[in-house]
């Protein structure tokens, strides 16, 4: 995600500084026309905007925190969050960055959205804040959403994404059910994409040929945030209801 992202803002005229871990990536920033960093530290000392897009809701916090990321970026600034966090993470971030406005930009799509500028961004935060960064998000974003505070970024995207499980699991019962029918799985995802049952989710796992090639690709990424909502909803003394039985049927799509 982060590749494409520095070539978008490095075409639009920015000057980026990014993080490189290791002397190759750190060639490749360099290739792109950034400047490459060390750490996190070192690439937001400087910065007006520090633009965050790692995987895990642990990393966030490691990075900010641990890392020295707040502490190193000057007040005035501005820090993007791309990762798909717990809305706790933000608002503890949002509790330390003394003078730094912090915005959640949860992003929904990959690498060739923001290649071609179509990510789609849910971004929380003060209306100030979101106008000074809309600039730079519209590189790669469109739409960006300005869906509520600091934080409703979050909770839209863990939405949005316990949503599509449900959805890859709904697929998945389907094609369960067509094999008891004798109804081959290419023959079902090719007939069912033209018809009213078709949809995003549907065209996605069509593209990969089966449902059990969509989740070796993309089951990581989603158990992530459902793994973060579900763990929501138990904070707020619940459960996803109906689709967390749905989402349930993606593990047994795996061990098929």
Request: proline share 4%; glycine share 12%.
């Amino acid at each position: 995600m982060g590749g494409p992202m520095v070539a978008r803002l490095v075409a639009a005229g920015h000057d980026v500084r990014a993080v490189g871990r290791t002397a190759e990536k750190r060639s490749e920033l360099e290739r792109l026309g950034a400047r490459a960093a060390r750490d996190a530290a070192e690439a937001g000392a400087q910065a007006d905007i520090v633009v965050l897009c790692v995987f895990t809701d642990p990393q966030v916090r490691e990075v900010c925190m641990d890392g020295g990321l707040l502490s190193a970026m000057p007040p005035g600034s501005a820090l993007v969050v791309h990762t798909t966090a717990s809305p706790k993470t933000i608002d503890a971030l949002a509790a330390r960055a003394d003078g730094i406005d912090v915005v959640d930009a949860a992003v929904s799509g990959g690498p060739h959205d923001i290649a071609a500028g179509r990510l789609t961004l849910f971004v929380g935060g003060a209306d100030d804040a979101v106008q000074r960064v809309r600039p730079l998000l519209s590189c790669y974003g469109d739409p960006v959403l300005h869906v509520g505070p600091t934080g409703a970024g979050q909770k839209v995207k863990l939405v949005n994404n316990a949503l599509f499980a449900g959805q890859v699991g709904l697929l998945a019962e389907s094609i369960r059910l067509g094999a008891r029918l004798g109804v081959p799985e290419p023959t079902l995802l090719s007939a069912l994409a033209q018809g009213s049952a078709s949809g995003r989710v549907m065209n996605l796992v069509a593209a990969r040929g089966s449902v059990a090639s969509f989740i070796e690709v993309a089951g990581e990424f989603v158990a992530k945030d459902v793994a973060v909502v579900r763990g929501m909803a138990e904070e707020l003394g619940g459960d996803l209801g109906a689709l967390d039985d749905v989402i349930d049927a993606i593990g047994a799509a795996e061990r098929a």
